[in-house]
């Protein structure tokens, strides 16, 4: 059985123009601070700073004197023309995370110093040095410590290492010599680098630590009822060990004090972390909130006063020949561009404020004191509804996007919440939800910690009817381990 359909579709092809304006919006402080660099080493036309002439017309030169010259008209774009939301998916928004300083053109520049930092694998080959060793025995040596992944684990097995030697390296060994080199870099600072796996690991650091009562007692645990402790079975453990409480508790305390991540608190680490640059700041003055956007989001930029005489001269200019012409396209070409991106950045600097400052005022309330359980529901539609916005566009500022406020600084899409209805018939954040659940969590005996369903009826009695399994998704999401992982002794 045949059928027809009738399927209308309408589509806009981009300029590449359009797709540069719908990045830029995007971009949080410092990738939009590379990305302004870049424009500008391609563009000569675009130059910073403030016009020396402020009285200087920007539209002097006018396209319309160079109607020889075939410019499509497709590759132009004026940015109220287009709807940038509907063509770029949150996908595309870039994770950035840089680092923490707000200043506006105005404040004193100041260089701040860096101590300059070897990597971690760096430092391991360094204390290799200390110890005796073979010209083979240093190059398997230097091998397991390539071998260390961030963390300060090699989870690759003996037998691997040793294949991957004499496949890679040209070095034949065998699993006992490596199993000897691994020894050495048992040795190696931080205590418990090296290690196969975590029991290892805690295994290793015990073993450097002075011999006492509860040191023992934790090295047995470890070695010997690994399990049994990881599942926190606390019972058994004094059961089989033949132990008191008081004896387990100071064993733990001693296990709990050692760095199951070896490598990852070294401050060299090749795992690059890097700090935050808010976007916005928000102040309290006199009682009221006051906005600011980051000063670097809003360079001074002008379009090049030798380029625009260059255009005039070869306006004035009587012989034209085909080098000039060719020459003056270039030029307006790069003329279009700078005014074009200059353009889109005042697009850009207006589009976050107004998201922000519609953002600002409907979380008031929390702003003003900080209390999260005064965070009320959000949803994008609502800031989208308010400022005439696309919600892809509010989407975009909140999810790449920080703010600096009194109360530390906070990705923007924290702000928001679904909203939830409590046994008042009110609508309430799930944001206040998840801050009492936290609040009862940290002050639950931690002897007999609260199971899920027992959360549940507590928060029940406090006007929060929430369903069991609700209950388990926001304490994964406040990262937050099931009643029997929190239990002290």
């Known amino acids: ?89 949150n996908d595309d928004t870039p994770d950035y995370k840089t680092q923490v300083n707000n200043y506006s053109d105005d404040d004193e520049e100041k260089e701040t110093p860096f101590a300059a930092t070897i990597s971690f694998h760096q430092d391991l080959i360094n204390q ?54 691994l020894h050495i870099i048992h040795e190696l600072e931080p205590t418990g680098v090296g290690a196969r796996d975590l029991q290892e690991c805690l295994l290793l650091q015990l073993k450097h630590k002075t011999p006492t009562e509860s040191v023992d007692l934790a090295t047995a645990i470890i070695e010997n009822q690994f399990d049994a402790f990881a599942k926190k079975h606390y019972d058994k453990l004094i059961q089989k060990l033949g132990i008191s409480n008081e004896q387990l508790r100071n064993a733990v305390h001693e296990i709990e004090r050692l760095n199951p991540k070896p490598g990852g608190s070294f401050t060299g680490n090749n795992k690059i972390t890097e700090n935050v640059v808010p976007d916005f700041t928000i102040r309290i003055i006199d009682g009221e909130l006051e906005l600011t956007l980051n000063g670097r989001n809003a360079p001074a930029l002008h379009v090049s006063k030798d380029y625009q005489e260059m255009m005039q001269t070869y306006k004035e200019s009587k012989d034209k020949s085909h ?50 359980t005064r965070l009320k529901p959000m949803i994008l539609k609502d800031i989208a509804d308010m400022i005439g916005l696309d919600i892809s566009t509010v989407s975009r500022v909140a999810n790449s996007k920080y703010v600096e406020t009194p109360y530390g600084t906070k990705l923007i899409k924290e702000f928001f919440s679904e909203a939830m209805t409590n046994d008042q018939g009110e609508e309430v954040s799930t944001l206040e939800i998840k801050k009492i659940l936290q609040n009862i969590i940290e002050e639950e005996d931690k002897q007999k910690p609260l199971a899920d369903d027992l959360l549940a009826e507590i928060l029940k009695e406090k006007g929060y009817p929430i369903a069991r399994r609700t209950i388990a998704k926001y304490r994964e999401q406040l990262e937050i381990p099931v009643a029997r992982m929190r239990k002290k002794i």
């Open 128 to 181: 290799l040095n200390t110890f005796i060793l073979s010209d083979e025995e240093r190059d398997i040596a230097e091998f397991l410590v390539g071998s260390i992944d961030d963390m300060g684990y090699i989870r690759r097995s003996i037998p691997d290492i040793v294949d991957d030697m004499a496949f890679t390296q040209g070095l034949y060994t065998n699993e006992k010599q490596v199993e000897n080199i």
């Open 323 to 372: 080098s000039q012409k060719d020459a003056v396209q270039f030029i307006k070409q790069k003329l279009d561009s700078a005014k074009w991106f200059i353009d889109a950045i005042k697009q850009r600097q207006d589009t976050l404020f107004v998201t922000m400052n519609a953002i600002m005022h409907y979380q008031k309330d929390y702003l003003l004191d900080g209390d999260e």
């Open 1 to 89: 059985m045949l059928k027809q359909f009738l399927n209308l579709k309408i589509s806009q092809k981009l300029s590449p123009q359009q797709i540069q304006l719908m990045k830029l919006i995007q971009l949080p402080t410092q990738a939009f601070e590379q990305r302004l660099l870049e424009e500008m080493n391609e563009n000569p036309a675009l130059e910073s700073g403030k016009e020396e002439d402020e009285n200087y017309d920007n539209d002097e030169f006018d396209n319309e004197q160079f109607d020889d010259y075939d410019d499509s008209e497709a590759d132009r774009i004026e940015s109220e023309d287009v709807n940038i939301d509907e063509y770029l998916s």
